[in-house]
Nanobody, 119 residues
Framework: QVQLVESGGGLVQPGGSLRLSCAAS????????MGWYRQAPGKQRELVAA???????NYADSVKGRFTISMDNSKNTVYLVMDSLKPEDTAVYCC?????????????WGQGTQVTVSS
């Protein structure tokens, strides 16, 4: 079983920055992709950014140019640097990971971390 632990959320003023981290641990052979999702009150969960172990990235249009996702394969950790934050970025941010264990594949989710952008 794989566990994901997020950190780095909090309260920040509009225009500010935060860095989220998500570390994976447990039984795994490899991780081939990690990503960040967010869910604001009354809204559906949406993909914010994703990255493969090879470094390919994908961003939601709403965060392109402001957020940067990166992955440290040696630490099984994914980061999300969020710059120029806006009130509409307020949400619970969850990380996920997809990987393998032997011949089987798995997907894991973190519990989420609150990001609040407000003056």
């Amino acid at each position: 079983q794989v566990q994901l632990v997020e950190s780095g959320g909090g309260l920040v003023q509009p225009g500010g920055s935060l860095r989220l981290s998500c570390a994976a641990s447990g039984s795994m052979s490899s991780i081939y992709a990690m990503g960040w999702y967010r869910q604001a009150p009354g809204k559906q969960r949406e993909l914010v950014a994703a990255i493969t172990s090879g470094g390919s990235t994908n961003y939601a249009d709403s965060v392109k140019g402001r957020f940067t996702i990166s992955m440290d394969n040696s630490k099984n950790t994914v980061y999300l640097v969020m710059d120029s934050l806006k009130p509409e970025d307020t949400a619970v941010y969850c990380c996920n990971a997809d990987g393998t264990l032997g011949p089987a594949s798995w997907r894991a989710w973190g519990q989420g971390t609150q990001v609040t952008v407000s003056s």
